[in-house]
């Protein structure tokens, strides 16, 4: 990967190490059909991080879409920064903030009747191309709107009336940061199907310890000696006899990913397809000779640093919604 010339993996090149988990994968790991004859199942879950490839497909039920504030798209997650750009090297100054999530749903790229629901508020953005927008403009030159949003949402120990604010001629930078409804992305998470059989993707349940991970008290107990032959496997808290059930501890590269949220990115480079073509670019530059310096790799991230580029500026023109 691009990403990993540099020296220590960035939370895209890991989020790249991980194999695309699609619609048989999820069926053949967390099975629909349980080994109980009962109305409900046992509630499975991965016990480790997967990968998807899904589309954004609103809000859960009982919601409603929210609208992001710059530019009135419908989304399911936003935040908004305002910020006053001061001397070189001095952090802006905050001016405006405001953020705004709504619990969802997904439905999977390769099966659209596999929906998976997500809690918002467990959801952090990364990589973001289609759903971030930055610009700088003053504020007499910000559109009606954007000066609305400042005044209703002000932040920091420096207050202004309109007025003196329209008479700033200082730079301010306008950032907004969406899930869009009807985006395809990329989500990282552990995978849980509850009893109900409703899939959903949560962040990875672990604490340094196994205890709070389904499926391993019973495997700690069995190590132990210590469990009680007895009781179910469901009444124990461990993993239901599957053969094709996921029911082991996230391995040492699971745990050193630090993941505390389900990660989620609309870069289309991560989708497959154009990733492909990219590690292919990348590999077939690391075969030329050593005597080039490095010279292709800079080239090819440049590359592709403009084609991200172009893309998020097609479908700002496209869309109608560039800042």
């Known amino acids: 990967m691009l990403q990993r010339q540099s020296g220590n993996p960035t939370v895209r090149s890991q989020v790249e190490d991980l194999k695309i988990c699609r619609a048989k994968e999820v069926e053949r790991r967390l099975p629909c059909s349980g080994g109980y004859d009962c109305a409900f199942s046992k509630p499975l879950s991965t016990c480790q991080l997967v990968r998807l490839e899904a589309r954004i497909e609103g809000p859960a ?29 001095i952090r802006p100054a905050p001016v405006a903030f405001a953020s705004g999530s709504v619990d969802f749903v997904i439905s999977l ?25 930055v610009q ?20 920091g120990t420096e207050w202004q009336t309109s007025t003196q604010m329209r008479s700033d001629s200082s730079c301010l930078e306008f950032q907004e940061c969406a899930l869009l409804c009807g985006t395809v ?62 029911s082991k501890p996230p391995s040492p590269t699971d745990k050193g990913t630090g993941f505390g949220k ?15 073509l990219l590690n292919s670019a990348a590999a077939m530059l690391r075969r030329l000779p050593s005597k080039c310096n490095g010279r292709p790799i800079t080239l090819a991230r440049q590359y592709f640093g403009a084609k991200r580029t172009a893309f998020q500026q097609h479908h700002g023109e496209q869309d109608g919604h560039s800042l």
Do not use: Y
């Not at 196994?210 to 993993?239: F, K």
């Open 262 to 276: 389900v990660l989620a990115s609309d870069d289309p480079l991560l989708i497959e397809g154009a990733s492909s």
């Open 136 to 155: 700088r403009k003053a504020f007499a030159a910000a559109p009606d709107k954007w000066q609305d949003f400042i005044l209703t949402h002000r932040a």
């Open 109 to 133: 790229k390769d099966s659209p009747s596999v929906r998976i629901n997500l809690h918002a508020d467990e959801v952090s953005l990364f990589d973001m191309c289609r759903g971030r927008q």
């Open 61 to 89: 039920v009982g919601n409603v879409p929210l609208t992001t504030p710059l530019t009135g798209q419908a989304c399911v997650l936003f935040s908004v920064a305002v910020s006053r750009q001061l001397h070189d090297g």
């Open 185 to 246: 992305v990329t989500l990282v998470g552990e995978l849980h199907r509850g009893a109900d059989g409703a899939l959903s993707l949560r962040p990875l349940q672990h604490d340094g310890i196994l205890d709070d991970l389904p499926g391993t008290p019973e495997v700690c107990a069995q190590s132990t000696g210590s469990s009680e032959r007895w009781l179910t496997s469901w009444e124990c808290g461990g993993p239901e006899a599957h053969p094709n059930v996921a």
